[in-house]
């Protein structure tokens, strides 16, 4: 398996791993604060924001070189999500606004409904459901753009990671506890969706959360540092990476 992991850390630190054999491949160095937010976009890129900043970086995942800086948040960026198309990235930041961002350009559009810090955003496959978690500590909000569209709660957490599975409407969710929340949102769940899924991990809480392109997988980064990687359908654990430094944020890339 020649897939690879990327990881965000709290010295500030990305590192990418090879999902086979455990081994460190790249490492980003830079920055004072701690990373807050990553993902894996089309051309072999890395995006990810720091604490501290109001930038998002775009980094070439083979050098670990700035290709571009996103600039248009006023406060720090807490999350960010990648569109289908791998071009476009999508960001939510503590300014309470979302973000599409044209990667090639670093063009930005904002999202009009937020007015709240952004704490997790992301994007289903097909384009056309956005979720997002803000408000204060101990409030959990997810937002469906389209149908049935409204603001849904009573998960049990106060919600501050979500990731959408590929090739459907299953999302999963993490915050306070040691749950990973699997729910559909397809056209025939109600508002707040059906559980599917609940995966059960060792830590008091997660604060990101990455599934693989084809769906299979799903990574986890728990209170403490420890990132995680489940077969989301079986909830066995395939591996398991310490790092150097807390993680704080986790992304898999597309090979």
């Known amino acids: 398996d020649d897939r690879t992991l990327a990881s965000g850390s709290a010295d500030g630190t990305v590192r990418t791993w090879d999902l086979g054999t455990g081994a460190e491949k790249l490492c980003i160095e830079g920055g004072t604060g701690g990373v807050l937010a990553l993902a894996w976009a089309g051309e072999a890129r890395l995006v990810f924001s720091r604490e501290g900043e109001q930038v998002i970086h775009v980094a070439d995942a083979g050098t670990g070189k700035d290709v571009r800086l996103l600039e248009g948040h006023s406060n720090a960026i807490l999350s960010l999500a990648v569109m289908p198309d791998g071009l476009r990235v999508l ?41 997002w978690a803000g408000g204060d500590v101990g409030v959990s909000r997810i937002v469906q753009n389209g149908p049935g569209a409204g603001a849904c709660s009573g998960y049990g957490i106060s919600v501050s990671a979500l990731a959408f599975l590929p090739g459907g409407a299953l999302l999963a969710m993490g915050g306070t506890g040691r749950e990973v929340l699997v729910y559909s949102f397809d056209h025939d769940a109600p508002a707040g969706g059906n559980r599917q899924l609940v995966l059960d991990g060792q830590g008091s809480s997660t604060s990101c959360l990455a599934a693989s392109p084809d769906g299979r997988f799903l990574s986890c980064v728990e209170a403490g540092g420890t990132t995680r990687l489940w077969e989301v359908w079986t909830g066995a654990e395939a591996c398991r990476f310490d790092g150097r430094g807390a993680a704080t944020c986790v992304s898999i890339g597309p090979d």
Not at 93 to 114: H, M, N, Q, V
């Open 91 to 131: 960001s939510g930041g503590r300014d309470g606004r979302i973000c599409l961002w044209d990667l090639a350009t670093g063009k930005c559009e904002t999202w009009p409904e937020p007015t709240e810090a952004i704490r997790a955003v992301s994007l289903s496959a097909d384009g056309a459901t956005l979720a």
